[in-house]
């Protein structure tokens, strides 16, 4: 979907399910009943209102995984895992568990509780009806799962690599890898930290933590319904990404669509999710200059227009603009996606988050981006697109400190299967 067709899909759930009153309980008894569950009666406007702000489900079953052409949720946490599971048939065990869980969790509905004299299958933080809030549980696979512990070396597609170390990247090990990556992601906080503590329940003793970071979209402030939130250099970000409705250009750029050259047979349908702690140093970023921000992206920081331009979805035209005279040649929007036959294929589908981390230890803000990206081979697309921008003037206010190259599997393909099966088949 494009960040067009994501914001139509925030605001008109929001819309839809935005109102209090009647309408709004209706609304609400929509979405519970369509989680197939028995609907508890709004009791009073405060409890209407709580649920008038959750936003519809997102389906966990399909071809693909959901979580990558889903609209960007408001709230994002990402985990990676290591596997510490003792046999493969352990680690299989682990997978159809995550894979259970996230399937009742994305659907919803009144949540159990079990045998009287055992503890309750439910944490209960989202009490007893639990509304899917567009929860998507996205689930990847690094290159170090394919080592010699569960036999699955063979499997391994060839674009499924460790995340390689650019040149300005400060990686520190204990935030980086990993052997699988949990993307959480939904409307409200309360439900992906839900999410979190079933799911880690659900794997405990086979798969346990390696690093995890919470991320957030800044809130949609206009001018229009369409305009593209702001990431915290207070850039607009998100305007220009593959059209994620085009299934043509989606087949091209993200999804493996056929075994062979390196894709086994049970990895067609997967992507390779890119994604890089990216820490900015706001601090220093406040003391410079507008015009030199603007130089050093290429847009207008308020409107988000390419430079010389007035509207944020505006074509750059960076054809018209061969010496820079405008829209900088080391401008990042011009080195991303210089607009060439050349870099066409090159492009990545980006679904990045804002993080803040509080401060670290000499009390310097740990805010930055939580890069994400989606895309067939990451040799051939971000790693190309990164090298460019190693040297970027914008490469002196961030630094990379983590993250990892990690292989979402295709969909589950309905009800019976889990992640991962094809890995077991
Ligand atoms: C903290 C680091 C980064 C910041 C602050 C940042 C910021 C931005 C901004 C403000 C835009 C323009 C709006 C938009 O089209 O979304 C943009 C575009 C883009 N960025 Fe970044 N970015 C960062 C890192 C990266 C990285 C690591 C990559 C990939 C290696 C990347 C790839 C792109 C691409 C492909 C575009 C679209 C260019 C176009 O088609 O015009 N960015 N970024």
């Known amino acids: 979907m494009s960040p067009l067709d994501r914001r139509r899909f925030i605001t008109r759930s929001l819309l839809t399910l935005g109102a209090t009153g009647a309408a709004g ?27 008038g702000r959750m936003l519809d489900g997102v389906a966990f079953d399909g071809p693909h995984q959901a979580g990558i052409l889903t609209p960007a949720q408001p709230q994002a946490t990402f985990v990676a895992l290591d596997a510490v599971a003792a046999t493969r048939d352990e680690l299989r065990s682990a997978l159809q568990a995550l894979s259970f869980k996230a399937r009742r969790l994305a659907r919803g509905g009144r949540s159990l509780t079990g045998a009287a004299d ?20 996205t689930i990847g696979f690094g290159a170090s799962l394919f080592d010699d512990r569960f036999g699955l070396a063979a499997l391994r597609p060839a674009v499924l690599t460790a995340m390689p170390a650019f040149a300005t990247d400060e990686l520190v090990a204990a935030h980086t890898h990993g052997d699988l990556l949990l993307q959480i992601c939904a409307g409200q906080r309360d439900t992906v930290v839900h999410a979190l503590r079933e799911l880690m329940r659900a794997v405990h003793g086979s798969l346990e933590l390696r690093w995890s970071i ?6 949609a402030r206009g001018p229009s319904k369409h305009s593209s939130s702001r990431n915290l250099f207070a850039f607009r970000d998100g305007t220009s990404n593959p059209d994620a409705s085009d299934a043509a250009l989606m087949n091209r750029l993200v999804w493996m669509t056929a075994a062979g ?22 601090e220093f970023w406040d003391r410079v200059g507008l015009p030199e921000q603007e ?7 308020e409107s988000g227009a390419p430079l010389g331009g007035d509207s944020e979805f505006q074509d750059p035209r960076l054809d018209l603009d061969p010496k820079g005279a405008r829209i900088p040649l080391d401008a990042h929007i011009r080195l991303a996606n210089p607009r060439t036959d050349a870099t066409d294929d090159q492009r990545i589908l980006r679904r990045g988050y804002n993080y803040h981390r509080g401060f670290d230890a000499a009390g310097t803000l740990d805010q930055g ?8 081979d990451p040799a051939r697309q971000f790693a190309r697109i990164q090298k460019r921008l190693d040297h970027e003037p914008l490469a002196d206010y961030v630094s990379p400190v983590g993250g990892g190259y990690f292989l979402v599997a295709p969909g589950t393909g309905g009800i019976e299967g889990y992640v991962g099966g094809g890995l077991f088949a």
């Open 295 to 301: 130089n050093m992206i290429g847009r207008v920081r």
């Open 261 to 282: 050259e390196g894709t086994p047979a049970w990895a067609v349908g997967a992507t390779v999710q890119v994604v890089r702690v990216i820490r900015m140093n706001v």
């Open 369 to 376: 981006l939580i890069f994400c990206a989606f895309n067939r």
């Open 118 to 137: 055992e503890p309750p299958t439910d944490c209960g933080t989202l009490g007893a009806v639990i509304a899917p809030d567009a929860l998507t549980i």
């Open 214 to 219: 919470d991320g957030f979209q800044s809130a």
């Open 25 to 51: 309980a209706g609304a609400a008894a929509g979405i519970l009943g369509a989680a197939g569950c028995s609907v508890a009666s709004a009791d009073s406007a405060g409890r209407i209102a709580a649920r």
